[in-house]
């Protein structure tokens, strides 16, 4: 792995099909001014910036958008930034949607697919349901090889700070089952043998296997006698991979993350495929012999295996507070971070599951939001409990408030800056589905609460600096305008990752750090590759880095996310991924960091 470089496809062959190379690192972009936008709009920045260094080798990112992928560039001097005087204040990573997959579950609809292909007229709404990707084996190998790159990189790039702790923002696995949910909480506690296989031990039994022959799936084995080739090899020019789907159910060692951890949940996490609540007769499908097809055999039998029994919210719960979760990754310590608020200390007692917590990075305050609506849905939105917890929280932290005919009193508490995390960003808290029996209840607890009126409440304080979210499989910094503002820095800037298992698989670096020449707040951003090597064709199939390569690579080919150039989404334009964002403190706020 080395920081000095990006991964982007390269050139063009059969089909289409595009191995990967590298370019020189991609510079960071420092954003000068803010986007004063009218509610609802939450717009990607572009205007006002200076791209840094200006002597950089890489050529200047604003105009090769259509083909830099994203990575994270070399600690460079900043010639705007005086680095003698910033106080840095803390680093951390930021991984998101790893979709931790059993591909050779009953509960996985690959069937739907045929409603992507480019013919269908369904594409729009079926795309975001992602029914199939040739690299969902190696789903648990692509997570090992972050967890070995955050180890490998120690710190943040441009302050040298130790990384502090790592957030995942939800959809960690993919359909929510137990042996998915295991495999994702091992990855990142490390030293704990991971089987990503369920089922037939010693065969793989998932679509593109030779247990049955469909040409909607790649075959990495090669097309068997007296069949037509798949869509990917004829089609697409997807390669033959021999043993690549008997080598990713084989068992190999986590390495871990090396830092403490924390989690939001996301609709996958919560909903039977990021969609539909979990039942009885779901988990007995999951558990099943029987997976649905629609080849010249409708059900193709499979190994019935009852490590795939549908979770729900409690063991979520328990799951995240037995593994190093909210803990040192030291493993004779138990210990909670200062200020943390654990899983189980929200769960405790109550017959409704918060998923919410707040824990403290040292000045800070993370806010962590469930904005999962449990009654089904892509999209998100909170509950009113939880709007009520959060309006607390930003009320104990805020020297200043602001009611609701615009004035400012002040409260006579002490600033705190505050980050939140959930999985879904403020343009996706949409979703205000409520059953009949409930809306008649109106239990102030259960009702829904949307981007509106989540603003309304955030438009209340200065405080609340960052907002890291996932969901959109998309890098994405945008500024979220208050309601009403004051100026145009009023707001919120929000940091929208993209997934580890869609191309380009990266997490991110943030860093903050004090710019005392100008009371202002500034956040590195850096995305960050995991350690898989760039072309892995001269790799052992046994190393989980070779499968995690051929991930990268069959994510930037995979059909149903290439446009019209053949280019693959998810890496964002030039100023989503490497950024350097300034924001002004008061000077109340600013006395914090004196003291």
């Known amino acids: 792995m080395s920081i000095s470089q990006i991964i982007v496809p390269g050139k063009s062959g059969s089909g289409g099909y595009r191995q990967l190379v590298t370019l020189p690192g991609e510079p960071h972009v420092y954003i000068q001014g803010y986007v004063n936008n009218a509610y609802p709009a939450s717009r990607s920045v572009a205007p006002e910036t200076t791209i840094i260094p200006a002597d950089s080798p890489h050529p200047d990112p604003c105009e090769t958008a259509g083909t830099v992928a ?18 840095p204040i803390v680093a951390f990573v930021h991984i998101t949607d790893m979709h931790i997959t059993d591909a050779q579950s009953p509960a996985r609809a690959e069937y739907l697919s045929r409603l992507q292909y480019p013919v269908s007229r369904l594409v729009p709404i079926f795309k975001l349901i992602e029914a199939y990707r040739p690299q969902e084996p190696f789903t648990t190998h692509v997570l090992e090889a972050m967890c070995r790159s955050i180890r490998e990189l120690g710190g943040g790039p441009a302050t040298n700070l130790p990384l502090s702790f790592a957030i995942s923002t ?9 042996n998915e949910l295991s495999w994702y909480t091992s990855l990142l506690d490390g030293n704990k043998k991971i089987v990503p296989n369920s089922g037939n031990p010693a065969q793989w039994e998932g679509v593109g296997g030779n247990t049955s022959y469909d040409r909607a799936y790649w075959h990495p084995d090669g097309t068997p006698t007296g069949h037509r080739p798949d869509i990917a090899l004829s089609r697409y020019g997807f390669p033959v991979v021999p043993g690549i789907l008997k080598a990713a159910i084989q068992p190999f060692t986590s390495t871990g993350i090396g830092i403490p951890w ?26 099943g012999g029987y997976k649905l097809s629609l080849d010249a055999l409708p059900w193709q039998r499979v190994t019935r295996d009852p490590s795939r029994t549908i979770n729900f919210p409690t063991e979520w719960i328990s799951a ?43 000045l800070l305050r993370c806010l962590i939001l469930d904005t999962v609506n449990p009654w089904g849905g892509l999209e998100g939105s909170l509950d009113g409990e939880q ?14 408030w602001r009611r609701d005919d615009g004035t400012w009193i002040e409260t006579g508490l002490k600033d705190k800056l505050f980050m939140l995390f959930s999985h879904h960003p403020f343009e996706t808290l949409i ?4 059953p009949i029996r409930h809306r008649r209840r109106r239990i102030e607890a259960e009702r829904r609460v949307l981007a509106y009126e989540l603003l309304t409440l955030l438009s209340r304080t ?6 890291l979210n996932g969901h959109t499989h998309i890098h994405k910094i945008s500024f979220v305008t208050a309601l009403n503002p004051e100026d145009n820095t009023h707001g919120i800037w929000q940091i929208t990752t993209s997934s580890l298992i869609d191309w380009p698989q990266q997490a991110r670096v943030i860093e903050l750090a004090i710019d005392k020449s100008a009371n202002n707040l500034l956040v590195f951003s850096t995305v960050l590759d995991h350690a898989a090597p760039v072309d892995p064709r001269s790799g052992d199939l046994d190393d989980p880095l070779t499968l995690a390569s051929w991930s990268r690579e069959l994510a930037a080919n995979h059909w149903i996310h290439r446009n019209d150039g053949f280019e693959p989404v998810g890496h964002g334009g030039c100023f ?20």
């Open 70 to 87: 994203g990575a994270y560039s070399s600690p460079i001097n900043y010639p705007l930034i005086q680095k003698d005087g910033l106080i």
């Open 170 to 178: 939800g959809d960690a696995v993919e359909i929510s089952q137990r």
């Open 262 to 287: 924390y989690a939001t949940i996301g609709n996958h996490d919560k909903l039977i495929g990021g969609f539909s609540r979990g039942t009885a007769l779901t988990s007995r499908i999951a558990t």
């Open 320 to 362: 995240h507070f037995s593994s190093l979760a909210c803990r040192s990754p030291d493993a004779s310590s138990s210990a909670t971070p200062p200020g943390a608020t654990t899983y189980a200390e929200h769960s405790s007692g109550q017959s409704r599951h918060k998923l919410w917590y707040a824990f403290d990075s040292g």
């Open 387 to 400: 709007l009520t917890w959060l309006e607390s929280e930003l009320k104990n932290g805020s020297s200043q």
């Open 431 to 434: 979703n205000g589905y409520l």
């Open 462 to 467: 200065r405080n609340v600096i960052l907002w």
């Open 576 to 595: 989503d991924r490497n950024v350097i964002i300034r924001i002004p403190l008061r000077s109340n706020v600013h006395q914090l960091w004196k003291s």
